[in-house]
């Protein structure tokens, strides 16, 4: 399918903000060889988004509403511009009392990007959007949450295939197979009924369990040569075509951080 570029208008310096948001930093992550910001994370969430839109609506067909996830997948992290963007661990490790306070601050936040950008985004309620994509609340939050999680999941894959054993953490948890974003992703079909019956069409859509530390033991850094090669994990390739096709292999092969 192809879509028209999103221009949201009067969101001044947005952009730039985004940018200036680095991904997974954390003290038990020193070093992200390619590491993203906030900015690339988001236009790639849309791209992931794009790919499964002509499933999602073979299963949903009218009650998807394609605009409202398509927007929302650009600015689901815009929060994050006044809170800072909490990390997996930090998460799966607070109890209900930390949690809830980090969603209050979240929800605290909207009026003030809501004051900063203004009240409509592609024609659509910017509140409305942010607030969304928070509470899960509808079909097409929750499909943008799991492009998120998947977008999460091939940044992390991506440092594992080249030797950085920082991150199987994030991939895949301590044992390096089922936790991370393995687990968070398998849970959406359980987490959120209305997905079930599309991970009943669509299973390839959830990654399985894989052994990311012998990947990680054999890692080499990544090259043009390299990222076009078959990787042995279907969800891995997946995510790394789409940023091919859409972004081309700079940002996936320039090493920006050192051990």
């Given at each position: 399918?192809?879509?028209?570029?999103?221009?949201?208008?009067?969101?001044?310096?947005?952009?730039?903000?985004?940018?200036?948001?680095?991904?997974?930093?954390?003290?038990?992550?020193?070093?992200?060889?390619?590491?993203?910001?906030?900015?690339?994370h988001s236009r790639r969430v849309l791209?992931?988004?794009?790919?499964?839109?002509?499933?999602?609506?073979?299963?949903?067909?009218?009650?998807?509403?394609?605009?409202?996830?398509?927007?929302?997948?650009?600015?689901?992290?815009?929060?994050?511009?006044?809170?800072?963007?909490?990390?997996?661990?930090?998460?799966?490790?607070?109890?209900?009392?930390?949690?809830?306070?980090?969603?209050?601050?979240?929800?605290?936040?909207?009026?003030?990007?809501?004051?900063?950008?203004?009240?409509?985004?592609?024609?659509?309620?910017?509140?409305?959007?942010?607030?969304?994509?928070?509470?899960?609340?509808?079909?097409?939050?929750?499909?943008?949450?799991?492009?998120?999680?998947?977008?999460?999941?091939?940044?992390?894959?991506?440092?594992?295939?080249?030797?950085?054993?920082?991150?199987?953490?994030?991939?895949?948890?301590?044992?390096?197979?089922?936790?991370?974003?393995?687990?968070?992703?398998?849970?959406?079909?359980?987490?959120?009924?209305?997905?079930?019956?599309?991970?009943?069409?669509?299973?390839?859509?959830?990654?399985?369990?894989?052994?990311?530390?012998?990947?990680?033991?054999?890692?080499?850094?990544?090259?043009?040569?390299?990222?076009?090669?078959?990787?042995?994990?279907?969800?891995?390739?997946?995510?790394?075509?789409?940023?091919?096709?859409?972004?081309?292999?700079?940002?996936?092969?320039?090493?920006?951080e050192f051990e």
């Amino acid at each position: 399918m192809d879509f028209q570029s999103i221009v949201l208008h009067g969101f001044d310096g947005r952009e730039e903000e985004l940018g200036r948001i680095k991904r997974f930093v954390h003290k038990l992550i020193p070093v992200m060889y390619y590491r993203t910001t906030d900015f690339l994370h988001s236009r790639r969430v849309l791209w992931h988004l794009e790919n499964m839109i002509p499933d999602i609506l073979s299963v949903y067909g009218s009650g998807f509403d394609v605009n409202f996830a398509r927007t929302l997948a650009l600015v689901h992290d815009d929060v994050e511009i006044i809170t800072g963007d909490p990390q997996l661990y930090d998460k799966e490790t607070m109890d209900a009392a930390q949690l809830e306070l980090l969603v209050q601050r979240e929800r605290e936040a909207i009026p003030g990007l809501v004051q900063m950008y203004g009240a409509i985004a592609n024609g659509y309620d910017y509140k409305e959007l942010l607030t969304s994509a928070k509470n899960k609340d509808r079909i097409e939050s929750q499909f943008v949450s799991l492009c998120d999680k998947f977008d999460g999941s091939g940044e992390s894959s991506h440092e594992v295939w080249a030797g950085n054993k920082h991150f199987l953490l994030p991939a895949g948890g301590n044992q390096g197979r089922i936790r991370g974003y393995v687990r968070r992703q398998r849970e959406f079909q359980i987490k959120y009924p209305a997905m079930a019956r599309f991970f009943e069409i669509f299973p390839e859509y959830l990654p399985s369990p894989f052994d990311f530390n012998n990947v990680a033991e054999h890692g080499k850094l990544h090259t043009a040569e390299s990222i076009q090669e078959n990787s042995g994990y279907a969800h891995y390739d997946r995510w790394r075509r789409t940023i091919i096709k859409r972004e081309g292999i700079d940002n996936l092969i320039t090493q920006l951080e050192f051990e």
